[in-house]
């Protein structure tokens, strides 16, 4: 079955952009996944088409408007679609691995890529929206955002990443960071591949990525670690 991204957005020029490209872009042509887009502005008010207006109570800027987004979510997402639908902001839920598996197992998204100082508070409510951030950060839209999801969705669909990995040892999986990755050659800059990597013995090399992936984790993301479960794997 193919899954459908739909992406609401003032710049559809930006889509599939990079993910026209090595295995997303394959995938693309092949026909795992769809991108569609639909402009907000034909949506817009007026003769100029207006999507956006003064932020109510004052303030620098300008919002988008909640009714025609609704307008271009209803036509890009009509009723009966299944696909969730989410909306780009800063603040939303932070998306995480966990989320991205669970909505590349589904039929598609549909996401709303935010412009300006942001969206009209109501659409969120009145659409159903998921609000996701990619990160406490301020992007100058949500554009880069939808791709950053998108490409974390289409390369777990079925076929993406072929023989290469079912991705289950990756970052995040599991609630830890991966263990570092080493290849030829043998010593580079004075610095050999740790010995236990080239020894043979695959038990071995099993119990020292799962230490590391554990110290890594503890050292480098605390807030991982002290999740429910993570510090169990590889103790
Ligand atoms: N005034 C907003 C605030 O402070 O929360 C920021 C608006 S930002 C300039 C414009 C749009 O970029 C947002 O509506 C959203 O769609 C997108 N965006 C910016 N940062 C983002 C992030 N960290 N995650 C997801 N989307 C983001």
Do not use: N
Not at 211 to 234: F, I, K, V
């Amino acid at each position: 079955m193919t899954w459908r991204a739909s992406i609401l957005t003032l710049y559809p020029e930006m889509f599939p952009g990079p993910l026209g490209v090595s295995l997303a872009g394959r995938a693309l042509t092949a026909g795992t996944w769809t991108c569609e887009t639909t402009q907000i502005r034909e949506f817009g008010i007026g003769k100029h088409r207006a999507v956006d207006d003064t932020p109510s109570g004052g303030g620098p800027g300008m919002v988008m408007r909640a009714d025609v987004l609704a307008a271009a979510i209803d036509a890009a997402s009509p009723q009966g679609d299944r696909r969730p639908r989410l909306v780009m902001t800063p603040r939303g839920r932070p998306l995480t691995q966990a989320r991205v598996r669970e909505l590349s197992a589904g039929p598609g998204v549909v996401v709303l890529c935010g412009r300006f100082e942001g969206m009209d508070e109501r659409i969120m409510a009145a659409r159903d929206l998921e609000e996701v951030s990619i990160g406490d950060y301020v992007l100058s839209g949500g554009e880069m955002g939808a791709l950053v999801l998108l490409d974390a969705c289409v390369r777990l669909l079925p076929g993406v990443m072929g023989a290469v990995a079912s991705g289950h040892e990756e970052s995040f999986e599991g609630g830890l960071l991966e263990y570092p990755q080493y290849t030829r050659p043998q010593v580079f800059e004075d610095v050999e591949i740790p010995a236990v990597l080239t020894s043979g013995d695959h038990g071995a090399v099993e119990r020292w990525r799962a230490e590391r992936a554990l110290a890594d984790t503890r050292e480098r993301r605390p807030d991982l670690a002290a999740r429910d479960g993570s510090p169990e794997r590889g103790s």
